[in-house]
């Protein structure tokens, strides 16, 4: 079994874009990444990343200017029919379906482009309806669908022809709370059934809950790769570690302040929660500062949404 | 005292309204112009299409009449563009809106819908104004100029046919606002109302059915006029602008109406 | 084995049946009653009625240019049906996953025809049962000139792939099956008769659709023996078939190199 049995590869990617002018955009400058079986890898970065144009490459859409995508060991570019056999991508949105179709005529429709037909595909859509929880609208006009729907739609369309990589594009873009939580649920479970995933997204939440890995996208390049729990902690050293009190007097003691290494005091009532640079002398300073008196004391690292802002700003 | 005030804030108000209404026409007739006048459907249909049109009626034009252009052949021509320029640049204008959701905006100004409608109903008839000169000049180089050719009903009732067929097709931008998925009905318009409005033939060479709905058109009357009947056409020619224009103000304001109390969606 | 292949083929027949009814479905944007009215029976019954009148204005007779505006009709509709089947997937955003997916393009552009053929020759036995009623006369007997209509569908549909490998490629939607219309109005010697024509366009009226029926029809008026122009048709139809294929296939890849440089 090599590398990409079963997953994603992409090397060295690199992608121009010229202007009118004569002038050469580099979008995607080198770009190196793995997806295994069972894996989620998140892509994140600020708009204009290259976060789209290296989605668009990996799918076979946007041919690469240098570089090789490798889907389930097949070239995208060389073996472009294997390599869209065994790769499902949702770019999500308002468009990309037939608007004048039904749920289950579009998928119908999709899945006869294929190479599914009959018996297989009737099952295979409704199956998919079911999972994406439109099995009650599958006879609906998909012109008729909220963005939440569609999207839903969209990643049921990739997963017709039960692909191993699945290429997803922010598809939780523009869903309401509750839509979101069941979007992540069915990707969760989708990363269990074993396939390669490996979405964009600007939630930081669903890359945290969600990833196996996440990929920092910046100019094109990529900026950072860990575990998002790494990432964290690897950042706590510059952005400190958040240290949560809850004193059981009625207000914060004053010498609070005088905690060694504090960045920030904000306080609220009884609680005060400090940005610290060493969050384990932090905790060691109150519980020895204020003995009795602490009811609870918690330290966290920076959210990965700190780590990412903290990221865009250094640039 | 109380009544007087209430008077004298009321009318200048009023008078606000009414410019801003006037330059939110203003503003939506050069937009259309700007937007959509060099589009290549626009070309297509205010050259190419009357230009081949002019040619099959050229070829069937036997011995006993001329085989030179002459002015209904030149206007009638330029009217089948007119027509089809008018469709499709309002179907596109009007589309555009609702994909953009730009008509709500529209809707809570203080003029509405109608001016914006009727805008782009003046700039698409002002682009189909192009056809005249346009198809002209390709006729005369292909086939010449009739000797007895009429300039001033050419150009009298050239124009006056564009804005014959925007106040016409004025009818089918509320459908378009109205109804989804309403845009395919367009293309009916054009074999319809070419039939009617006597563009390529007079009136007395249409099917007897045919001539009878043929009299409400305006265009029929225009082209009458072109073909030589007396000023009485043009004036009933007029009178059915005037009336339809006031169809298409009407049935758009029932639209405001249907649209705020009905919540009826204006995008597409 | 054999009841098996039977079965595997019978599945392909199906699924090509379904696949051509939902790309009708999904591309065909006048798919509603008034939609389907207005594009498929209205414009060309107006067109059919003012180029009848035309003829019988100039003192030619109905008969011929009905006939022959009949016939555009229906070859108008397999025209656009078929520029639309593949140019609205630019419309609605899927022209990608159309073109990502291993679908065969030259099969499923085939596929797409079919319901458009079936349309065009409704279309144009409308507007011919339509127009000889309005003008009471019917120049030719209904199964003779539905027959002459089915040729001439069917060989538009050669040409009609051609227009769709256009519309690949085109991002204006309607400019290629509007420009072929006229083609068609001026060299298929339908509504300008060959004899008419400037000499130098002869030679491209006769490699056009519609031009060896419009013969036929001359012929049968005339009550000459006609079936030879439709032979000719019938090999300038799929002489036409070809071609379509051949540029449906570059037009597919030079579409999804044109997607794979971004200039699409």
Redesign the interface.
């Known amino acids: 079994m090599t590398l990409t049995d079963g997953g994603l590869e992409a090397r060295g990617l690199v992608r121009e874009f010229t202007a009118k002018d004569g002038s050469v955009r580099r979008a995607v400058d080198g770009v190196n990444l793995v997806v295994r079986p069972g894996e989620l890898v998140s892509v994140l970065g600020p708009n204009g990343a290259g976060k789209t144009t290296t989605v668009k490459m990996l799918t076979g859409l946007l041919l690469p200017t240098a570089g090789e995508v490798l889907i389930d060991g097949h070239d995208v570019v060389r073996s472009r029919r294997r390599a869209a056999m065994a790769c499902g991508f949702s770019l999500g949105g308002d468009t990309g379906l037939y608007p004048r179709l039904t749920a289950l005529q579009n998928l119908e429709f999709f899945g006869l482009m294929y190479g599914l037909r009959g018996s297989r595909l009737a099952r295979r859509a409704g199956e998919l309806l079911e999972e994406v929880d439109l099995a009650d609208r599958s006879g609906d006009l998909v012109g008729s669908f909220s963005r939440g729907m569609k999207q839903r739609l969209h990643l049921a369309r990739a997963l017709l022809h039960e692909p191993s990589v699945l290429i997803l594009d922010e598809p939780s873009a523009g869903l309401d709370p509750q839509s979101a939580a069941a979007m992540r649920a069915l990707v969760a479970r989708l990363t269990g059934e074993g396939r390669s995933i490996l979405l964009t997204t600007h939630d930081m939440r669903e890359a945290e809950e969600l990833s196996s890995r996440v990929v920092l996208m910046k100019g094109g390049r990529i900026h950072v790769e860990s575990t998002a729990g790494e990432l964290r902690l690897n950042a706590a050293g510059r952005l400190g570690h958040v240290v949560s009190v809850v004193f059981s007097t009625a207000e914060v003691p004053d010498g609070i302040k005088d905690c060694p290494g504090a960045m920030n005091i904000e306080q609220d009532g009884s609680a005060v929660t400090l940005r610290v640079s060493d969050g384990a002398a932090a905790v060691q300073w109150v519980l020895a500062a204020f003995p009795g008196l602490t009811t609870s004391v918690a330290v966290t690292p920076p959210t990965l949404e700190e780590v990412f802002l903290d990221m865009v700003a250094a640039s | 005292m109380t009544t007087v005030r209430t008077g004298r804030t009321a009318v200048p108000r009023r008078q606000g309204a009414w410019q801003g209404t006037g330059a939110t026409f203003a503003r939506a007739v050069v937009d259309q112009l700007r937007m959509h006048a060099t589009s290549p459907m626009a070309i297509f249909s205010t050259l190419a299409m009357p230009c081949v049109f002019a040619f099959v009626v050229h070829a069937n034009a036997t011995d006993g009449f001329s085989r030179r252009t002459t002015g209904d052949m030149a206007v009638g021509s330029a009217g089948i563009g007119m027509l089809d320029s008018v469709i499709v640049l309002l179907l596109f204008s009007l589309l555009g809106e609702k994909q953009w959701k730009t008509l709500y905006a529209a809707l809570g100004s203080p003029g509405g819908l109608v001016p914006v409608v009727l805008g782009r109903l003046t700039g698409t008839a002002l682009q189909s104004v192009t056809a005249l000169p346009g198809t002209l000049i390709v006729l005369g180089l292909l086939f010449g100029i009739d000797d007895g050719f009429d300039w001033v009903r050419w150009l009298v009732g050239g124009v006056m046919l564009s804005f014959a067929t925007a106040s016409v097709i004025g009818l089918l931008g509320f459908a378009v606002l109205r109804f989804p998925f309403s845009a395919g009905m367009t293309n009916g318009l054009t074999g319809l109302v070419m039939a009617l409005s006597a563009l390529i033939v007079p009136q007395s060479a249409l099917p007897a059915p045919v001539q009878k709905l043929a009299m409400i058109m305006p265009q029929a009357h225009v082209m009458s006029w072109i073909r030589g009947a007396g000023p009485e056409q043009l004036l009933e020619a007029v009178a059915l602008t005037g009336f339809f224009c006031a169809l298409v103000v009407l049935a758009v304001q029932r639209l405001e109406t249907t649209v705020r109390r009905n919540a009826l969606p204006l995008e597409a | 084995m054999q009841t098996r292949t039977t079965a595997t083929e019978g599945?392909?027949v199906?699924?090509a049946l379904?696949?051509a009814a939902?790309?009708y479905?999904?591309?065909f944007?006048?798919?509603?009653p008034?939609?389907?009215?207005?594009?498929r029976?209205?414009?060309?019954?107006?067109?059919a009625?003012?180029?009848t009148?035309?003829?019988?204005?100039?003192?030619?007779g109905a008969g011929r240019?009905l006939i022959a505006s009949s016939l555009l009709a229906g070859a108008g509709a397999v025209v656009y049906g078929m520029a639309l089947a593949v140019g609205n997937e630019r419309s609605?955003?899927?022209l990608?996953?159309?073109?990502?997916?291993?679908?065969n393009k030259i099969a499923?552009t085939c596929q797409r025809a079919l319901p458009h053929v079936v349309d065009g020759f409704v279309g144009g036995l409308c507007t011919y049962l339509v127009c000889s009623l309005?003008?009471t006369t019917l120049p030719i007997s209904i199964p003779a000139y539905a027959a002459l209509l089915a040729v001439g569908v069917l060989t538009t549909a050669g040409f009609g792939l051609s227009i769709a490998a256009l519309a690949l490629l085109l991002k204006?939607l309607?400019?290629g099956p509007?420009?072929a219309e006229?083609v068609l109005?001026?060299l298929s010697g339908t509504?300008?008769?060959q004899d008419?024509?400037p000499g130098f366009l002869v030679p491209l009226s006769t490699a056009m659709p519609l031009s060896h029926v419009m013969d036929a029809v001359d012929n049968l008026l005339a009550e000459r023996a006609y079936g030879a122009p439709l032979v000719t048709e019938l090999v300038i139809g799929t002489a036409w078939a070809l071609a379509g294929v051949v540029f449906v296939h570059l037009a597919a890849r030079r579409a999804t190199?044109r997607?794979?440089?971004?200039t699409s």
């Open positions: 599945g392909a199906r699924a379904r696949g939902l790309s479905r999904a591309l944007t006048w798919f509603n008034l939609g389907y009215l207005s594009s029976i209205v414009r060309p019954i107006g067109m009625i003012a180029f009148s035309l003829a019988t204005h100039y003192g030619a240019m609605f955003d899927t990608g996953v159309w073109l990502a997916s291993p679908q499923a309005l003008y204006d309607f400019v509007n420009t006229l109005m001026v509504l300008v008769p008419r024509l190199a997607l794979a440089l971004g």
